[in-house]
């Protein structure tokens, strides 16, 4: 089955942060760009950052670009999202995506997310 | 920057036709695609490439383009497609990727 699946959410400071994962199974990572869509409770979804499939192109939304990394280990099937300096208002479901090629690079599967909560 | 503007929300009564739809000045230059949302759920795609339905997805669902604006259809709404529906595109640079703010379908 293709599948994608997030880990690494959890309560983090103002300030803090955070690293999440992304394991894909069922096909092969290398094969796909992919992608980190994020989503604020009871608001829309937000497009945070892309990854090549080779990982040698890398984009951030405006409003995050300075305090994210995105990676990805092809090797390992696995996608990540290393947000720092993290603010009360990057509080929200993080969705990983995989962009498919032969739909004209429409985002054909989402893992179920993971929850950032960032809070004193 | 760049923005898809969507009706917050559409209410049909089953077996009636809702239409949602998505404006943005990119539009007539980058494809649309379509998500469905149940709640508590990770979004679905519906339609890519501004009109084409992925396998799996009911043939209620179709989609158009006219210039600035793409428009998905719903024929025959039935209870289970009660959900949040996303454009996105890209801008025009073909860069960055922007969801509209959603629509909410409700079904009478």
């Known amino acids: 089955e293709v599948q994608l699946v997030e880990s690494g959410g959890g309560l983090v400071k103002p300030g803090g942060s955070l690293r999440l994962s992304c394991a894909a199974s069922?096909?092969?990572?290398?094969?796909?760009?992919m992608n980190w869509v994020r989503q604020a409770a009871g608001k829309g979804l937000e497009w945070v950052s892309s990854?090549?499939?080779?990982?040698?192109?890398?984009y951030y939304a405006d409003s995050l670009k300075g305090r994210l990394t995105i990676s990805r280990d092809n090797a390992k099937n696995s996608l990540f999202l290393h947000m720092s300096s993290l603010r009360a208002e990057d509080t929200a479901i993080y969705y990983c995506?995989?962009?498919?090629?032969?739909?004209?690079?429409?985002?054909?599967?989402w893992g179920q997310g993971t929850m950032v909560t960032v809070s004193s | 920057s760049y923005e898809l503007t969507q009706s917050p929300s559409v209410s049909v009564s089953p077996g009636q036709t809702a239409r949602i739809t998505c404006s943005g000045d990119a539009l007539p230059k980058q494809y649309a695609f379509w998500y469905q949302q149940r709640p508590g759920q990770a979004p679905v795609l519906v339609i890519y490439k501004d009109t084409e339905r992925p396998s799996g997805i009911p043939e209620r669902f179709s989609a158009s383009s006219s210039g600035t604006t793409v428009t998905l259809t719903i024929s025959g709404v039935q209870a289970e497609d009660e959900a949040d529906y996303y454009c996105?595109?890209?801008?025009?640079?073909?860069?960055?990727?922007?969801f509209g703010g959603g629509t909410t379908l409700t079904v009478l």
């Open positions: 995506a995989r962009m498919n090629y032969d739909l004209s690079d429409a985002f054909d599967i």
């Open positions: 990854i090549s499939s080779t990982g040698d192109y890398k």
């Open positions: 996105q595109s890209a801008d025009s640079s073909g860069t960055y990727w922007v």
């Open positions: 069922g096909f092969s990572l290398s094969t796909y760009s």
